[in-house]
């Protein structure tokens, strides 16, 4: 039986990138290893594909009859020679200039600094780990970002009835939804997008005003349609999320892994775009890396799970890496590791950028030869350390399920915890002394722990 689709449902997004982004086009250069999607004039593009495979896996993700989304996204059964074309039209995502328009045509003229930044993203250098969880023999590699702050604008579609109302709703929250990463690296702190503006607004085809409002839609990202800022979202129930607020003890680094004409090695920074005034401009931040965060708790949660299902070093029973469920549960395993399915993992945290951490603190050191404990000779290096002695620093941590069992929840949570505590360091140098945070832990905006109250609490 047909049905007679009389509704038009358009959205037009605005989005920003709140951590970098890598959508890989698959390519390499002499310089990186992974370049990023650009389109016809070189800059970074969001193919509609990319956006369209992560709604659908949002929305199915926490539907009670994900079924439904077949009728709206398609689907095809070989076997059965069964298939059904979509409902639903999602474009590709463009870049907008300082004036919050795309450049439509090749011969349209971009500001020479700008044209240069894009053509030199930012790099971020990883190691591959191997089945004894070390750094892999030759296996170090990097890949291109989008900046942080950098704007897209695209659009969706969906043809449909008045019955489609609750549904195209649940597509438009998905985009704004804490959990919708586009890209690679999307566990390790890439990814995440926030709608800065929308349009959104549905026609009715059986009314002629609606008919004709629909006909002269100008489909042009660069015409003038109003558009306003979406309303803040709650947090979806389905999952769980921590927020540590962090005070360094003194200094920390979460290294570039090398140096600048001061000091051997320096803390990570990148540079920001920020759309001021119709122009963008870039602004340098430090940055603290997810994955610095994640691995140090992967670690962590390890031991606390083993210690709550009491199994231990001495009777051989403690598990590590992958092999351990919490960690395996909560932080995935690439496909056959150590005998388990391959799994995504189910936290994440995001890069944090900051712009008033003092970078300029140098500590110089000599490497010491092992065999007579003195000083080796032209091995004097400096490292520069970062410090915030005056403010806190926030993560975000999201659990991307809430029904795990109770132990591997307490794990985590004992790990955070002990960031809180000063138990945990962070970065790198924490041997001598760096990395140290003290601070307080909430679950879904509850309090769960505080360093000073529990410093109170114990003095007393």
Not at 8 to 30: C, K, M, N, W, Y
Not at 351 to 379: E, P, W
Not at 446 to 459: G, P, V
């Amino acid at each position: 039986m047909s049905v007679n689709f009389n509704c038009r449902f358009i959205a037009r997004l605005i989005v920003e990138a709140q951590t970098p982004l890598f959508v890989g086009s698959g390519d390499a250069s002499l310089m990186t290893d992974a370049l990023v999607v650009k389109d016809h004039n070189g800059l970074p593009m969001i193919p509609g594909t990319s956006l369209a495979g992560v709604l659908r896996h949002a929305l199915e993700d926490f539907d009670d009859d994900p079924t439904y989304w077949n009728d709206i996204f398609g689907f095809q059964r070989k076997n059965e020679k069964i298939g059904l074309g979509s409902r639903l039209q999602i474009s590709s995502a463009y870049l907008l200039m300082g004036d919050q328009k795309i450049v439509e045509s090749t011969g349209h003229s971009i500001d020479p600094v700008l044209e240069t930044k894009l053509s030199n993203l930012p790099s971020r250098q990883h190691v591959r780990i191997n089945k004894n969880g070390v750094a892999d023999k030759n296996g170090l590699f990097d890949n291109e970002v989008v900046f942080k702050g950098a704007r897209f604008i695209f659009e969706v579609e969906l043809k449909g009835t008045t019955k489609d109302d609750t549904f195209w709703d649940k597509i438009i929250n998905a985009f704004n939804s804490p959990l919708f990463r586009i890209g690679q690296g999307t566990r390790n702190g890439y990814g995440k997008l926030s709608i800065y503006k929308i349009f959104n607004k549905s026609f009715n085809l059986d009314e002629k005003v609606d008919f004709n409002e629909y006909i002269d839609f100008n489909p042009s990202f660069n015409s003038i349609v109003k558009m306003v800022t979406p309303a803040s979202q709650e947090n979806n129930e389905e999952i769980i999320a921590y927020k540590l607020t962090l005070k360094p003890d003194d200094f920390f680094i979460f290294s570039e892994g090398f140096g600048d004409d001061e000091a051997d090695n320096r803390p990570l920074t990148e540079e920001v775009m920020e759309y001021i005034n119709g122009k963008i401009s870039f602004v340098e931040k430090t940055v603290i890396p997810a994955s610095s965060l994640k691995g140090a708790l992967a670690h962590r949660v390890c031991f606390h799970y083993n210690k709550l299902q009491k199994k231990y070093v001495d009777n051989k029973e403690g598990t590590t890496g992958n092999s351990n469920d919490a960690v395996y549960e909560l932080f995935g395993a690439e496909e056959g590791a150590k005998g388990r399915d391959g799994l995504r993992g189910n936290v994440i945290i995001d890069d944090l950028y900051y712009d008033d951490i003092d970078n300029s603190k140098i500590f110089n050191h000599v490497a010491i030869d092992r065999f007579t404990g003195g000083a080796m000779d032209g091995a004097l290096f400096s490292e520069k350390v970062s410090s915030k002695r005056n403010g806190e620093i926030c993560f975000d941590v999201f659990v991307t399920r809430s029904d795990y069992p109770q132990n591997i929840i307490k794990a985590l949570e004992n790990a955070l915890i002990d960031i809180c505590k000063g138990l945990l360091p962070l970065g790198g140098m924490t041997t001598k002394g760096n990395g140290m945070f003290t601070g307080d832990l909430l679950r879904d905006n509850t309090k769960i722990f505080s360093y000073t109250e529990n410093l109170e609490h114990a003095t007393n």
